[in-house]
């Protein structure tokens, strides 16, 4: 497994903007996808983005256009830049990486970060 670390949350005003960080205990290139995903109390986590070794990046809905996430091989990290965030953004946010070794599949998750979007 691989161990992540995520940072950047907080507080922040609607319309704000904050960028999350996750960074990895392993070269990234080795990750065949990392993920942002989010969840609020009484609800299930659900995905916010995704950033596959290869191929395009995936959002949710509620956050295209006003989320990006990027992938930084230098410095084994994963990026969550939020832009014009609203209240329905404040949640924990979780990384995730997933890596394949053959026919196995193994996630492993951050310990999480709190955003709150409130005036």
């Known amino acids: 497994q691989v161990q992540l670390v995520e940072s950047g949350g907080g507080l922040v005003q609607p319309g704000g903007s904050l960028r999350l960080s996750c960074a990895a205990s392993t070269n990234i290139f080795r990750i065949e996808v990392m993920a942002w995903y989010r969840q609020t109390p009484g609800k299930q986590r659900e995905l916010v983005a995704a950033a596959p070794r290869v191929g395009s990046r995936i959002y949710a809905d509620s956050v295209k256009g006003r989320f990006t996430t990027s992938r930084d091989p230098a410095k084994n990290t994963l990026y969550l830049q939020m832009n014009s965030l609203k209240p329905e953004d404040t949640a924990v946010y979780y990384c995730?990486?997933?890596?394949?070794?053959?026919?196995?599949?193994?996630?492993?998750w951050g310990q999480g970060t709190q955003v709150t979007v409130s005036s």
């Open positions: 995730k990486a997933e890596m394949v070794a053959g026919t196995t599949t193994t996630n492993s």
